[in-house]
């Protein structure tokens, strides 16, 4: 697949581990210049170690900082004035009961998950607007339609992240930068290691995963960020017909497209979603 990304300048938020360190490594190998991001530098450069291993020939860097605060993004802004791609995927999550969730957490997860997002798109979006192209997207989560009980602030913050990626996509229109939303369900990466880790108990891994999409998510399906360095796709819709739906905030058109693609299939396979989010020949 050709995204013709070619010397694109793309900042992937979040980007030293799972889903986000995945991203990295595909805008890469479409030969985008990659920023990686995470909090600690040690981190980053793991990172990039990780992603150069797999494209060899990555032009890619790092960028160390916490993102949900708002004097690291000053920051990334005066190293970086201006970028082609914005992919906003940096992001927490923490099982917990709505009534032990004190105020200071509900502010840190919507600065983490949805104000990193507001201001790195406001840092960015009046160059790609004068360039007349730009993409920016939104790793939002299927628990932003479903909210998970066990974690209601995180599914707020996803959906807080739909909303924001909806108005952006209008306010876009017209232009050749376009918005979207990507919906992905729970994938298997280090940071769902963690949390399986403190639901374990004398559970074997495989014995906490079938226990979680039974009770849990019973609508979703596993999926891997390691395999491979691919993000594969789950599914949102209940059996017996298994399908993933991505929602994409199409701005040039000024509608939703819904892509519906069998469950099994990779990023690569994924192409039209790929293309409209990142690629400069889109259609939309």
Not at 231 to 244: A, H, I, T, Y
């Amino acid at each position: 697949m050709d995204l013709r990304l070619e010397s694109k300048l793309a900042l992937v938020s979040g980007s030293t581990k799972g889903i986000g360190l995945a991203i990295a490594t595909g805008l890469a190998r479409e030969g985008a210049r990659v920023i990686v991001n995470g909090r600690k530098q040690a981190s980053v450069d793991e990172a990039l170690e990780k992603l150069r291993a797999q494209v060899p020939n990555a032009n890619a860097e790092g960028f160390a900082g916490d993102l949900s605060d708002a004097s690291q993004i000053d920051a990334l802004v005066a190293r970086y004035p201006a970028v082609d791609v914005l992919v906003n995927n940096l992001g927490i999550f923490d099982p917990k009961p709505f009534e032990e969730i004190p105020d200071d957490e509900w502010l840190r997860f919507f600065d983490t998950n949805v104000m990193s997002g507001v201001r790195l798109a406001r840092a960015y979006l009046p160059k790609m607007k004068a360039k007349n192209w730009g993409r920016v997207v939104f790793i939002s989560s299927e628990s932003g339609i479903q909210i998970p009980v066990e974690m209601i602030h995180y599914g707020v913050t996803k959906t807080a992240q739909l909303g924001l990626s909806r108005g952006l996509a209008e306010h876009c229109a017209g232009t050749g930068v376009t918005v979207n939303a990507v919906l992905p369900g729970p994938t298997h990466s280090d940071g769902l290691d963690e949390m399986a880790a403190k639901g374990m108990g004398d559970k074997s891994f495989a014995e906490f995963e079938k226990g979680f999409f039974e009770t849990a998510r019973p609508s979703s399906r596993r999926a891997s960020s390691k395999r491979r360095g691919r993000v594969r796709c789950s599914s949102v819709l209940p059996q017996p017909r298994k399908w993933q739906i991505w929602w994409c905030m199409c701005a040039r058109k000024r509608r939703r497209l819904r892509m519906a693609q069998r469950c099994e299939w990779t990023a690569e396979s994924c192409g039209p979603l790929f293309r409209t989010a990142c690629g400069a020949g889109s259609t939309c």
